[in-house]
């Protein structure tokens, strides 16, 4: 059994160095929701010596709210803003010797992206675009998945350790009491239940299928980081390698 | 005798469409100083479908004063800014079917980079990891056009048709009275001299060397693209050819 | 008015030095129907040094019959073949500074895209991968000319200053004794003609609509050399500029 | 403990199916030793289906010879004869949405490579223009090895499954009778020897100084076929991961 780590980096969050040794993936602002092209560097750099895949994380240009604030724009912009990320960033990967690996929408277009074609399509085209090689991090079962299979790009699907599941494979939204799931422990045994059953156990005890090749952790709180080094530690015992996803 | 003439673009100052008739070349703002994505990728739709030549824009990251500022940054920051800049225009170029045909630093990285060989290399380096083969518009004379060539990087050496120049080539500072040209006729006039003879005449008389592969002009008020007009009128009666300046 | 004249390169026969200073297009050979990575980077550097805008001319694997054999091979295979010849192309092209300005099929494969949809298609498809933002030559009012629309790629139409054409607009076939036109001034009279009215006099003194961005001339014997170097003073006396085709 | 196992493919052995399920990099023939466009394709297919890294195979053009015909060519011819076959791979890779992970020079050029220099240099500056991020593979200790650290390409150190080791490390030539080690658990065993002390027992008995990143093994009779299965399961014993390497 395998899984990728990813994680949020250059976020200006000061846990960076710590999940560094936890993750196998790298999800970089781009400098439209945090960072900017220091920091992309700076965050290339340090992944890159501990053999860390790294990718792109691009979001709507909101600062103010860390782009989690959903905003109507047409495809053809959302092209625009996505191709301008991917390509600043694909090229600082390389100017280092890196790649990028992979591409994972942030905040707010992360969840539109999971529920509209359109603006999951404008995604695709800016990764084919830029670089058709690259993987899309996407959450299982979402429109986004699709448009990256329609599109022939290479897809790993995302759940996550700490969120709990609705019956129908969406997540519990983050205000109610219940969407995060706090025991690391009991995270492990969800991911290996999901890599060994092709299914997780939701909050009314039913199971419903979903797929994981890669597994989103947080690192901004110092809890946080002891979270994943408990559940990278049950993974290992549970006899799952952890390394990066690749497209070939 | 031929000249490529480039003005800025995508900066919103309004002028755009008017001055798109009368250069070849457009220098499109990145996102550093003005612009964002959408703006990058209509000026780029507007220049090619006119067939004008489209370059980035490079600047240091200052919105509040229009990237005027001198900054001191270490090179390896300026390495990175330049790069996600270049990096980004490309991606949008090509995803556009057009070219990134050459860099034009903007305002004070300009400035300082003329003067600076520290800085131009930065920039010279950057260059080289996203697109050896764009061409470098570089002050004529100038440290930048100086690293461009030690890199191997094919440069345009630029002078400005409504500035006064120094006995010593440089540009009569802005703050000065008598910074600027303001006649069209006397400007093209200037221009065929440089094209002619390799050199300029200065407020104090004398005459300096002076090359010209591209002029700059403006169009931040009606009355600039007026000047550009009569500029270019000017330029066809001496018999000079204007197009782009293109690497190979 | 202004017209690109391109010629075939680095095919070893003898006649380069001279061409290079009368088109403004070179189509090199690709490794394929003749030619070598050395003589690819020699023709590169060659052009380049004189201002000549550099293409790729991709051919079936023929080295026997120079290319001019017509094949049966399945799209997917034209699509690799291309892609292949491309990607050599452009990576020793931007290695030294270059752009892979422009794409034209050699021989049979021309020939076949020119009439064959599909053939057309898997030659666009590799442009599109390799690089969208090259210029595709392609016989005016054929095939490969609409498959280039189709996938928004530039296409430079072209014509055959020394090829009578047939009152359908096609070329009239090599093997019959009326297919060249000897005489420069003629040839030049035919490109102005084309030029001023978007129509070409026929074998049969009937007038067919053709368009002309680009003008082939060859260049392997000597004669043919004098007859570029006639046909280019006679375009500078009607007040043609020669200058290659670029996408923007 | 981990190591990559590469092997060649698309050379027309036949038993690329087998290899591709024992081993984690594929090393593809690009055309000069063997191989052409459609067998690239097809090699890079058939490995990205099984998630086998795959990289370019660059040789001499000796086809007569199978690329193993040491050959004096100057150092730019070189570099052109590289970067030619690499920009070719490349753009066939890209266009089937998969990476060049890594460039191994094929037969006398990987020899030569290994011991000079300038051919190792001429060979790195193809990677820096096609591909910064690609890996190299290079002999343990080799000139190929020195030069691409010097380069800042990521290098991955080569040992040789099935190769008898002489006393200062390299290779026991070919032609002599005790070149090979033919028991694939002795083969197994001296990985293992390799990745837990960095040193390998040489002929004399001594034991010389040699790192491991990858394994090559061979694939071009049944026997061989059969002696990397039992390496696998020997490593899989012993606690070897079998992975590609990776750039970052």
Known sequence: MRIDINADLGEGAGFDAELLELVSSANIATGFHAGEPKSVAFA??????????????????????????????????????VTYQLGAFRALAEAMGARMNHVKPHGALYNMAARDAEIAEAIVHAMLA??????????????????????????AREVFADRNYMPDGSLVPRDRADALLHDPAEAAERVVEILRSGKVTTIDGSRVAVAAETVCVHGDTPGAVEFVRQLRASLARAGVTVQPFRSS
């Open 130 to 155: 830029v670089d058709a090689a690259a993987v899309l991090f996407a959450l299982s079962g979402s429109a986004l998945e699709a448009a990256g299979r329609a599109g022939g790009i290479a897809v």
């Open 44 to 81: 290339i750099r340090e992944a890159q010596q501990r053999g860390v895949a790294v990718g792109a994380h691009p979001s709507f240009a909101d600062r103010e709210n860390f782009g989690r604030r959903e905003m109507v724009l047409p495809p053809g912009e959302i092209f625009a803003v």
